[in-house]
């Protein structure tokens, strides 16, 4: 008999749950794919945002930099609250809709300055 569970679909799902726990930890800590990280790891020389021209942390890039805007708006708008960078933890902690809004900002803004090579 076959297994009702796809094996591959399990490990699909498991990594992209991780990936994204990963991405708003990174986020948290100041780490990950941020100019001032990784100018302060030796990564690069630069440490200022390619379109803001000031220190690309994890606060300015997902709260303050015009590359987030429409994806902070789409949270803003499904959560109906401003998000800033001392709110964001205490919305994330209210329910679960809110965690999973804040966590897909999060996530899809670090994922695609990795595509894009945007530190």
């Given at each position: 008999?076959?297994?009702p569970v796809n094996p591959g679909f399990c490990s699909k799902v498991l990594y992209e749950t991780w990936q994204s726990e990963l991405l708003v930890t990174?986020?948290?800590r100041g780490h990950g794919a941020f100019?001032?990280?990784?100018?302060?790891i030796g990564k690069t020389t630069v440490d200022?945002?390619?379109?803001?021209?000031?220190q690309n942390t994890s606060e300015h890039a997902?709260?303050?930099?015009?590359?987030?805007?429409?994806?902070?708006?789409?949270?803003?708008d499904t959560l109906s609250?401003?998000?800033?960078?001392?709110?964001?933890v205490e919305i994330m902690l209210r329910d679960e809709e809110s965690w999973a809004v804040i966590e897909e900002l999060i996530s899809?803004?670090?994922?695609?300055?990795r595509r894009k090579k945007e530190i």
């Open positions: 008999m076959a297994s990174q986020f948290l100019r001032s990280f990784m100018y302060r200022l945002c390619g379109s803001c021209q000031v997902m709260f303050e930099c015009r590359r987030s805007d429409s994806r902070r708006k789409v949270a803003e609250i401003k998000i800033s960078t001392s709110s964001c899809s803004r670090m994922k695609m300055r």
